[in-house]
């Protein structure tokens, strides 16, 4: 009885995880709908191209060492054999490849947060061969040292300092947008944005509507990328815990749009489309670094607090002219940052101040 208890809460993980998975894994293909809506018509097909063919880099170099360099060595050679996971003390209660396939998407994630700061001005070719690095080494090395317990040069520990990040506000979306700044930061700006005399010029997106569906893809598959993070779903306690992140996810999406379209109304006379998107967008990042424990309204006014930030930082940046037609830098590193640093305020047990920002450096560097 006890031995068929344990293969159904197996299967159904196993299948909860997959699901999940896929689910985050659809969320390219609202980066893609979003970067191709902001862009101009002309550069539509090449920044397609280039989410596509991110992912299919992303799946392989994670595959052939980022799991490794992040995991270790047992847990690479578990996972592709199906054997276990290799020194634990109980069994897992679902597929390693499970595991590695909710990952791997994951990587994917943070690469795709760069393809849209660095859009119309990176050849294709090197933007794949930054994929490869990205994907193959830098984020699994930071990754390493957060989800994957590893001491940071051999010294100490993340999680024992004091930093927490319950679904990747840090970890996946501000790595990401660190190394798109990285990016924007070398390649300059477009040319046009910026006129002689420091005037902003703006250059609008070719597809709203298309920009609109990406966000309603990524809100959605934001569902598998804080729910899957819960790692079960077979037990009364895991299925409630994976009910409240659904619930905290959405509620906090919704915050950020809401304050984000207020904001704009206020500070240019009307609402803005693009605003309102990176609104949500910013609400979701802020959430994932922990939504298992904020109450479904602090989950709203986390969003809402987002969705303010992520404006200001827009037109900061423009005024620093740091040139992101979509605004990735913004809405997943300014604001995951932000999101690293409300964790503390409904999980005091678990994180610091002091650990989230040591943790926010080690990933930013």
Partial sequence: MENNIFELQYALDTFYFLICGALVMWMAAGFAMLEAGLVRSKNTTEILLKNVSLYAVACTMYM?????IMYGGDAFLSTITGDGVAGAEEPATYAPSADFFFQVVFVA???????GAVAERMKLWAFLL??????????PMEG???WGGNAVFGMYT???????DFAGSGIVHMAGASAALAGVLLLGARKGKYGADGSIKPIPGANLPLATLGTFILWMGWFGFNGGSVLATASVESANAVAIVFMNTNAAAAGGLIAAMILARLMFGKAD???ALNGALAGLVAITAEPSTPTALQATLFGAIGGVLVVFSIIALDKMKIDDPVGAISVHGVVGLLGLLLVPVTNGENSSFSGQLIGAATIFV
Avoid: E, K, N, P
């Fill in 144 to 146: 390493s040292w957060t």
């Fill in 109 to 115: 994630t943070a690469m795709s947060i760069v393809s």
């Fill in 273 to 275: 489309l693009t605003m």
């Fill in 130 to 139: 930054f994929a490869v690095v990205m994907t193959g080494f830098i984020y």
């Fill in 64 to 68: 052939v060492c980022g799991y490794m």
């Fill in 158 to 164: 993340l999680g024992d300092l004091g930093f927490s």
